[in-house]
């Protein structure tokens, strides 16, 4: 690309950062903040379907969110909050050093980052290995892919009665059914946007150790932050939405 | 059916000509914008062709008043319309107070019609002419769609839902049935008739063969057979609400709310029992999924509704004022 | 065909097609008119899978017990058609060729913003692709192009998950690509190309872009629990289970209605250029028709529920549905006026393109104004699921951006391959495309009325004489797009050499050599006037 | 293109990204408490109010919305505001399910 630029004549010595169809640096950073902006808007709508699911289900079968819900593990949840909020924190220090140009300190805080990160995936991890051995994953027709997966009725409490010892309450049950599917549409897409950050992640600690970023140019490091961001900004509404529905009483 | 060429549907009850009407108003409104708008595109090309290659148009850039006229007209047309539209579908969805209940049951691939009297019908209809007729429907499996082309009106079976739809036919006759909702494989074999008889003609067919008795007295026999009687007693002694008098009554529920008992809550106490239960009620009912047919269903609700009113002195509170069941909870099947 | 200049002997020296050669150099590239080429081959190639599905149906409906094939393999035929034709050609048509070509070129930019990103949405394109291939080969899929449940997630025995992965991936590339446009638009300009001096194919492109962007993600998701539901039996479409099987229609009509957008503001986009162009004057009322673009973008989304007037959603809400139905029409109307409005006095040519788009006005005409039947809430129950919507969206569709497309390609493929074609096959295949077009589609809105349900096999026989007007129609419609096939094919290699503004047309693109250079132009041009200014621009004459 | 900053980042000092952390823990923790407390309907309104303020916050100061260009807000707008379409034109289908719908079963005599 620089071969042809050059021939062309028509670029003057500029950044070498700088692509052949930008005319600035700062057009280049503002395109690739405003791509990303763009893309996160398309995230938005893409978890709205589920959200658009959820509210549905959670206004009909309110009293199966409340049981389902609660037997989520709020200890859990709560402390991955605080290591997703504290991940956020990391990398917005770590777009703040890239800003001044400190190349260690970004490299540490990109370290501190993916390290939050994958202290929320395990975590995850945990909670899903107890719905899984509770039998909570719904698996419908899959259950040659999980052989005696069958859905079950863990510890469910509605209205004093464990839904799972009550057939008369099986109703309920296909109401904590459905929560537990928009449970795990819902975190499952997002520890999956946590696992793509991760292994951007990665890439960019690479660039980053190897000293490709600068106080000009560390669009990367930018573009990946608000990124990271939204993923909590997700986590952010999961939370109250998935754990808090009905925990008085 | 005669091979003649069609050009236009048979008018065969009292909305259609409403239906036609709008329709003909719409033909008669876009044929004059699709008339204007070809007769000056063709005329400008013709007039304004271009005479030699470096000729320029006129540099006319627009009008705001033409913008505001073709905006607004338009704007107006369309709300002519939409008011023309909404009054017709009014008409088309507010079931007239007498109508009589015809159940339907869509199945991947054929209608079940069931008549209050006891006449079940597959892909085929009988009904009185000039009378209200209203169909309520569901699905067994996927969706299906109920279309009278003859009487302009058509609606979604859902599964697990009822949806209800209505016509008062004025010919006497034999006109289409259609599934108009793609369901599968034979999604084009749906299809059936409806046979519009004169009343006389109408009650000989009644009379012809009702082997099993009416509807309700099906749903008698199923109450009986699924043991709703041992609960639902109706001298208000049973552990589960009377149900004498209960449809159109207004139900307190356990949870603080009222409803207006209808055919969709019979049915979801019967799926669902425990969804909205009654209050002074224990949830000790167990579901029937999988056990009992919507058409099934149906005849109960028809049962249901054919018990005198006015049993055990519980009148239209569905149960409401009888004795709570003894408290068991837990697993008492 | 007009040329203003001495013909032209040559091709440039240099352009993008000959800068590099082999056949890596065209997977690799980065260049957004050799990614336009890309896809143009590939949407091309789904567009003839598509109309040979159109075919088998069209030859299926001769007779009312069907001609050709069983009822299953019937269903499979249409629901190919539909998915093809709408997700895999008409989607991607006319912003991924003529957008991807012209956008960077109209705004005097080097390349789209992200030149990698559009390269990938192509590869996407294809994976995408290759999924509703194998759905094809594995056995079809029989659900309609609009998956419904719980047809799809329980009953249906056909691939409709392949299928259903197919539309997920290809959506990414939609995506993409509008994602690109969008930040090519805000970021790229030239200087001097200010908002109101953007060619309207531009401003349409924008408008388009914003529904890829917000409104396919959420098709994406919807497709996907579509999935789980059929993989997993999760139930949150399953009535038997406590599901919804309507809040799938919500969800998938609220990117399928914009959807229908995505592909006709394009091709109103076209048909500015296209009129501007061949009537060689400014198009009346430039804003009014660029911001209806954005105005038909955005009430768009408000109005899906019209698809659902009889599927069980509430009477308030169709009510709601069917007024803001209405108000998206009057954008389309202004448009129309305004394109009427500008042939006023203009130079008008009889050339390909502006053939294809007086066809085009004619046959958006006949679709938009069907559409003011189909928003009548209380018409729309009689006429919902029957031919009347198949004709009305097919000349929405077809008749709209298919002409559009055509007549686009016809414009600026002198701009694109750098040569010329044959002028009297394109007009003759201009015409048959026009009247072929009228033949199939007119009778369907008469056999619609009377009552011929959509997606049957066979029908009852007073229908017939309907159909067979169709079908015949269908043949002279398959020979108007088999010539330009033909023809264009041919002009790649043995056209005259076009030279660089054919048409005498003003704007961006007809400034640069044709082919172009790789990077569209030797310096970046400075923008000092609106688009399309014939004349004595200084006069400007206000009526 | 004249519109556009001069390319330098606009530097905000650690402290605020330190000061935005805490105000984050704090509304967690007062999530949670929420959660617990009886408010009747309103603990859904309470919950969701926090997780705005908790969303816009890393919005405009960790993802520099507020010091950046007008058009970021226009995106951010633009995205939250189809969601509310998305979900407001849904509920106006399942909003009214009660209300006419279901056919009520008459007495016919």
């Known amino acids: 690309m620089s071969d042809a630029a050059l021939t062309q004549g028509l670029h003057a010595a500029h950044h070498p950062r700088q692509m052949h169809h930008f005319d600035s640096m700062a057009q280049q950073k503002e395109t690739a903040t405003f791509g990303m902006w763009v893309f996160l808007v398309t995230e938005i709508m893409f978890f709205g379907g589920m959200f658009a699911a959820y509210m549905l289900y959670r206004m009909w079968y ?77 698996d419908g027709g899959m259950i040659w892919l999980f052989p005696g997966r069958e859905f079950q009725l863990g510890p469910f409490i509605y209205g004093g009665f464990d839904v799972s010892q009550s057939p008369e309450l099986a109703p309920i049950a296909s109401q904590v059914r459905i929560f537990m599917v928009i449970y795990f549409a819902l975190t499952g897409m997002h520890a999956l946007h946590m696992i793509i950050g991760i292994g951007i992640l990665a890439v960019i600690l690479r660039m980053a150790i190897r000293g490709e970023f600068s106080k000009e140019w560390h669009i990367p490091v930018e573009i990946f932050g608000l990124y990271w961001h939204f993923v909590d900004i997700v986590w952010i509404f999961l939370f109250p939405l998935l754990y808090l529905v009905h925990r008085h009483g | 059916m005669a091979p003649s060429i069609p050009i236009f549907p048979e008018q065969a009850s009292t909305l259609a000509s409403r239906v036609d009407n709008l329709y003909f108003f719409m033909l008669a409104t876009s044929g004059f914008f699709a008339v204007l708008v070809t007769v000056l595109v063709v005329f400008f090309a013709i007039k304004y062709r271009r005479r030699h290659p470096d000729e320029h148009g006129e540099p006319i850039h627009g009008s705001l008043a033409l913008e505001l006229i073709w905006t607004g007209i338009p704007f107006i047309i369309a709300m002519v319309m939409f008011v023309w539209g909404a009054s017709v579908y009014f008409a088309l969805v507010r079931v007239p107070e007498q109508a009589l209940d015809v159940y339907a049951v869509g199945k991947q691939w054929m209608w079940k019609f069931q008549h209050r009297e006891g006449q079940r019908e597959i892909n085929e209809l009988h009904v009185p002419v000039n009378t209200p007729i209203r169909v309520i429907m569901t699905s067994e499996d996927v969706l299906h769609d109920l279309f009278f082309p003859a009487f302009r009106t058509k609606m979604d079976a859902l599964p697990g839902r009822y949806t209800q739809l209505w016509f008062t036919a004025t010919k006497t006759g034999t006109f289409h049935i259609f599934c108009a909702e793609y369901c599968g494989t034979r999604h084009s074999g749906m299809i059936g008739h409806v046979t519009v008889m004169t009343q006389a003609d109408y009650e000989n067919w009644l009379g012809g063969g009702s082997a099993g008795g009416s509807l309700a007295d099906k749903g008698q026999q199923l109450f009986s057979q699924f043991a709703c009687i041992t609960c639902h007693r109706s001298d208000a002694q049973g552990r589960g609400p009377v149900l004498n008098g209960l449809l159109g009554s207004t139900v307190h529920l356990a949870n603080g709310n009222t409803l207006t008992a209808d055919a969709a809550y019979v049915r979801e106490s019967i799926l669902n029992p425990t969804a909205k239960v009654v209050t002074g009620f224990q949830p000790i009912m167990p579901t029937f999924q999988g056990q009992v047919t919507e058409e099934q269903i149906l005849a109960l609700t028809e049962y249901i509704k054919s018990l005198p009113a006015a049993a055990a002195g519980s009148g239209g509170t569905g149960g409401a004022g009888a004795s709570p069941a003894p408290p068991t909870p837990g697993p008492t099947k | 065909m007009t040329t203003t200049a001495a013909a032209p002997t040559a091709l440039p020296a240099r352009h993008y097609l000959n800068e590099q050669e082999g056949v890596k150099s065209w997977l690799l590239t980065t260049d957004h008119k050799r990614i336009a080429l890309l896809y143009l081959f590939s949407i091309t190639a789904f567009f003839f899978l598509g109309g040979f599905f159109a075919l088998l149906i069209r030859l299926q409906l001769l007779t009312p017990t069907g001609a050709l094939m069983d009822s299953d393999t019937y269903n499979k035929v249409f629901t190919m058609h539909g998915v093809i034709m709408v997700f895999f050609f008409l989607i991607p048509s006319i912003p991924a060729t003529l957008g991807n070509f012209l956008l960077p070129i109209m705004i005097g930019a080097k390349d789209l913003a992200f030149p990698k990103i559009n390269l990938l949405s192509w590869y996407i394109y294809v994976l995408g692709g290759l999924f509703a291939l194998a759905a094809l080969i594995g056995g079809g899929v029989d659900t309609g192009w609009t998956f419904y449940t719980p047809y799809s997630s329980m009953s249906s025995n056909s691939r409709v998950l392949t299928a259903g992965v197919g539309i997920f991936i290809t959506g990414f590339s939609s995506i993409l690509t509008g994602l690109n446009f969008i930040v090519t638009t805000h970021r790229m300009r030239a200087p001097g190309m200010t908002w109101f001096r953007l060619p309207l194919f531009v401003w349409a492109q924008y408008a388009t872009s914003l529904i890829m962007v917000l409104g396919t993600p959420v098709i994406a998701i919807t497709v996907l629990l579509m999935a789980f539901e059929r993989v997993l039996r999760v139930g949150i479409f399953d009535p038997s289970i406590g599901g919804d099987p309507v809040l799938f229609q919500h969800l998938f009509w609220f990117y399928s209605h914009p959807a229908v957008y995505i592909m006709v503001l394009p091709g109103m986009g076209v048909i500015s250029e296209l009129i501007a162009s061949g009537a060689r004057k400014n198009v009346f009322g430039y804003s009014f028709v660029a911001f209806s673009s954005l105005a038909i973008a955005i009430i768009g989304f408000l109005v899906w529920g019209h698809h659902m007037f009889v599927a069980g959603q509430t009477a308030y809400a169709g009510l709601v549905f069917s007024i803001i139905t209405y108000l998206v029409g009057v954008p389309s109307a202004v448009k129309t006026f305004n394109w009427t409005a500008t042939l006023y006095k203009g130079s008008i040519s009889y050339d390909t393109p502006t053939l294809y788009a007086f066809g085009f006005i004619g046959l958006f005409l006949i679709g938009g104004l069907t559409g003011l039947f189909l928003a009548a809430i209380g018409l729309d129950i009689h006429l919902t699921d029957t031919y009347f919507v198949v004709a009305h969206f097919h000349y929405i569709m077809v008749g709209g951006t298919l002409m559009a497309y055509l007549g686009g390609l016809h414009f600026w493929w002198p701009k694109i391959s750098g040569r010329l074609y044959p002028d009297a096959w394109a007009r003759l295949s201009a015409v048959l495309v026009f009247a072929g077009f009228n033949l199939t589609f007119l009778p369907q809105f008469v056999a619609g009325y009377i009552g011929m349900p959509r997606r049957y096999a066979m029908y009852p026989p007073e229908f017939q004489v309907y159909n067979i007007l169709s079908t015949a129609g269908a043949t002279i419609l398959g020979a108007g797009y088999l010539f330009p096939m033909i023809y264009l094919t041919w002009s790649w290699f043995y056209g005259k050499p076009a030279g660089d503004n054919p048409w005498g047309s003003k704007g961006l693109e007809w400034e640069t050599t044709s082919p172009p250079p790789t990077f569209n132009f030797d310096t970046t041009p400075i923008v000092t006037e609106a688009t399309h200014q014939y004349g004595h621009h200084e006069e400007v004459k206000v009526v | 293109m004249s519109h556009l900053e001069d390319g330098h980042d606009h530097i905000l000092p650690a402290t605020t990204y330190y000061g935005i952390f805490a105000v984050l823990m704090v509304l967690t923790a007062a999530t949670v408490a929420a959660a617990f407390v009886d408010l009747g309907p309103l603990n859904i309104i309470v919950a969701l109010a926090i997780a705005v303020v908790k969303a816009s916050l890393v919005v405009l100061i960790f993802m520099h919305v507020k010091y950046g260009d007008r058009l970021n807000w226009v995106v951010v707008g633009a995205g939250v505001f189809w969601l509310f379409i998305l979900l407001s034109m849904l509920m106006l289908d399942y909003s009214s399910r009660g209300w006419m719908n279901v056919p009520p079963i008459q007495h016919v005599s």
Do not use: C
Not at chain 1, 68 to 88: F, M, Q, R
């Open chain 1, 62 to 138: 309110f009293p199966g969110f409340a049981a389902a819900s609660s037997e989520l593990d709020i200890t859990l949840g709560g402390t991955n909050t605080v290591v997703l909020i504290g991940s956020s924190l990391t990398v917005a220090m770590a777009v703040h050093a890239a800003q001044l140009g400190k190349r260690n300190q970004t490299v540490w805080l990109l370290i501190a980052t993916g390290v939050l990160g994958v202290v929320f995936l395990v975590i995850k991890y945990f909670e899903y290995k107890v719905k899984f051995a509770g039998h909570h994953l719904p």
